[in-house]
């Protein structure tokens, strides 16, 4: 089966540019997570899609970020413009719903992004 | 003062040696996710638990649910084990993770 994939790996773009980031859970996955880690920082939450909607956006930094995923299969992730301080790798997840706490998150390899 | 401490930043081993890895939390946080990258590598699962203990292979991950306290443990520790490990934090209610800064192990031949 294969795992959570993000496309693309790496995207380096100027100040003010369009970014958008693509994340493909774990087929049958409903629960769909975007997490950020910005050089020197821990891990951030960003959203959590449950299908199709947006379960907990409380961690989107503004208003240049807009997350969807239409159908409830894939999530994008777009960052227009894009800022100096948007740099970092983007870490998309997916988990069941099976109700549990201990429910595992399972991770993308992440997209790095630099904006110069 | 972040809902997820980790404890210690750098730790490096040399090859057989048993390492320890401690994760503090914060009130609200009912489950422990422990997570390994290696370097240039993705985010890999390693453990999540909410109570008592969970071992594969060489991993072990503990969790006190009263001292709100969770280590993971590597036995005979191997070079193939530097990673970096970082712990996160599920709350009762909703999904998300908060993550402590990570640890990064290097274990030496």
């Known amino acids: 089966e294969a795992g959570v994939t993000q496309f693309p790996s790496h995207s380096v773009i100027e100040k003010g540019q369009t970014v958008t980031l693509r994340c493909d859970p774990i087929?049958?996955?409903?629960?769909l997570y975007w997490y950020r880690r910005v050089m020197g920082k821990e891990i951030k939450f960003l959203l959590h899609?449950?299908?199709?909607?947006?379960?907990?956006e409380s961690g989107m930094p503004n208003n240049r970020f807009l997350a969807e995923r239409t159908g409830g299969t894939y999530s994008t992730l777009k960052v227009q413009p894009a800022e100096l301080e948007d740099s970092g790798v983007y870490f998309c997840?997916?988990?069941?719903?099976?109700?549990?706490?201990?429910?595992?998150?399972?991770f993308g390899p992440g997209t790095r992004l630099t904006v110069l | 003062k972040n809902e997820v401490e980790q404890s210690p930043q750098n730790l490096t081993a040399q090859e057989g040696e048993f390492i320890t890895i401690n994760c503090s939390y914060s009130?609200?946080?009912?489950?422990l996710h422990w997570l390994q990258q290696h370097p240039g590598g993705g985010i890999v699962s390693l453990f999540m638990?909410?109570?008592g203990k969970k071992k594969h292979g060489r991993l072990i991950a503990t969790i006190n649910i009263q001292e709100k306290h969770s280590s993971l443990h590597i036995t005979a520790s191997h070079p193939r084990d530097s990673a970096v490990y970082i712990c996160?934090?599920?709350?009762?209610?909703?999904?998300?993770?908060?993550f402590g800064g990570g640890t990064r192990v290097l274990v030496k031949p």
């Open positions: 997840a997916s988990s069941q719903d099976r109700g549990l706490v201990t429910d595992t998150q399972y």
């Open positions: 087929s049958g996955h409903d629960n």
């Open positions: 899609f449950v299908k199709e909607s947006k379960q907990d």
């Open positions: 009130v609200g946080i009912s489950a």
């Open positions: 638990l909410s109570s």
């Open positions: 996160a934090g599920r709350k009762a209610a909703g999904n998300k993770l908060t």
